[in-house]
């Protein structure tokens, strides 16, 4: 495993345990659910981040679980029970969406849907029956916990997170992440034209986008393209685009940390029109610097 993606994975963990414990103090600190300390609004927390941030994120929520154990006392076959549930319900969601065909975290079809509500019963169903195993109460509640907020609140986060906000799930091994389009752009004044054709040729044909939507796309990857080739004249960098309701684009260039979200020194009215016309488009946008790499991402 490369030290990028270990040092994501660790970010994952610890950004799902935190979330978990902070939806979860609350709770225990109130007691307003009286079904036990291991129900409450967090349930939707294990099926959601475990599809999208795999074995992490369920490892998270499972962390999160014994953390909110420690800061509110809970008993100990209470606290393994519920950090047990949630790394099951977790991983089920994951494993069992990926031994599907697509690489994907989408729900987009009715078969999608339908997949996901399978999925979310079983895991609840064995989360509850490791839970009843443990403490001896709360299966049921807890099953029905783990349903309902995964439904109510799990589906529309899945879908702003998957389609609006493009948030690229954590694949297992065996699925290969597969980009509409991918291609690179150096300080050759042709190679932002040829990458504008390959965007056209790839996405318009097929109806993927419409035509003043590749035209956003050819203009934010012209632009941060000039914006960051001005900065590191000798990088190259590369693009991938990939299209749902919204689409995410990713450029990754090596050198020396260089973000062109931001204003520098000495930049002309020029530059300040260029950025502009890049947070205008953007729906967001973030830059972070890992390994000598510059990784910039903007969905449109």
Not at 9 to 35: E, K, M
Not at 138 to 163: D, H, K, Q, R
Not at 207 to 227: T, W
Request: hydrophobic letters at 50%; a positive charge.
């Amino acid at each position: 495993m490369k030290k990028s993606d270990v040092l994501s994975n660790a970010v994952y963990l610890a950004g799902s345990a935190v979330i978990y414990a902070l939806l979860d103090i609350p709770v225990r600190a109130t007691n307003f659910l009286r079904y036990g300390s291991m129900v409450g609004i967090k349930n939707f927390l294990p099926p959601v981040l475990g599809l999208l941030l795999g074995p992490a994120g369920a490892v998270g929520c499972a962390a999160g679980a014994i953390l909110g154990s420690i800061i509110l006392p809970a008993s100990g076959p209470d606290a393994a029970a519920e950090a047990l549930s949630a790394l099951i319900c977790g991983l089920v969601l994951w494993l069992g969406w990926h031994a599907f065909p697509g690489n994907r975290v989408h729900l987009k079809k009715p078969v999608h849907y339908v997949r996901y509500s399978l999925l979310l019963a079983a895991s609840a169903a064995l989360s509850a029956l490791v839970c009843r195993m443990i403490t001896g109460a709360w299966g049921l509640a807890l099953a029905a916990g783990y349903i309902s907020m995964g439904a109510l609140v799990g589906i529309p986060v899945l879908v702003l997170a998957s389609s609006i906000f493009c948030v690229e799930p954590v694949l297992p091994p065996w699925r290969h992440r597969r980009h509409d389009v991918t291609g690179a752009v150096t300080a050759d004044p042709e190679s932002v034209g040829i990458f504008s054709e390959l965007l056209e040729d790839a996405l318009l044909p097929e109806g993927r986008v419409s035509r003043r939507k590749l035209f956003e796309l050819q203009n934010i990857v012209e632009e941060v393209s000039i914006r960051v080739l001005a900065n590191l004249p000798d990088t190259t960098v590369t693009v991938t685009v990939d299209c749902d309701d919204s689409c995410s684009v990713k450029l990754d260039y090596p050198g020396a940390r260089y973000s062109p979200m931001r204003m520098r020194k000495g930049e002309d009215e020029m530059d300040l029109m260029s950025l502009k016309l890049i947070r205008h488009r953007a729906l967001r946008a973030s830059h972070r610097y890992s390994g000598g790499m510059n990784h910039v991402h903007i969905v449109v």
